[in-house]
């Protein structure tokens, strides 16, 4: 039997929705141990002068406690 805390994260990235739910996969596994999925709960865009400047998305990532 196992079991799984989830954690809420938020990340950013001047390029793509996809490319901000890469970085914050990537960050969460320097901290967190045995990360297992991860859901999008909300994306958004920064808009300056008229063009998006800034991808975020949030997400709770899933990950599984050591014995």
């Not at 739910?21 to 901290?31: D, L, M, P």
């Not at 808009?47 to 997400?59: D, H, P, Q, T, W």
């Amino acid at each position: 039997m196992s079991v799984a805390r989830i954690t809420e994260i938020s990340a950013s990235s001047e390029t793509s929705f996809d490319d901000a739910v890469k970085e914050g996969i990537k960050r969460a596994n320097k901290t967190l141990k045995n990360v297992k999925g991860a859901w999008i709960e909300d994306q958004e865009v920064s808009v300056n002068k008229g063009n998006i400047a800034e991808y975020r998305v949030k997400m709770k990532v899933t990950f599984v406690l050591e014995d």
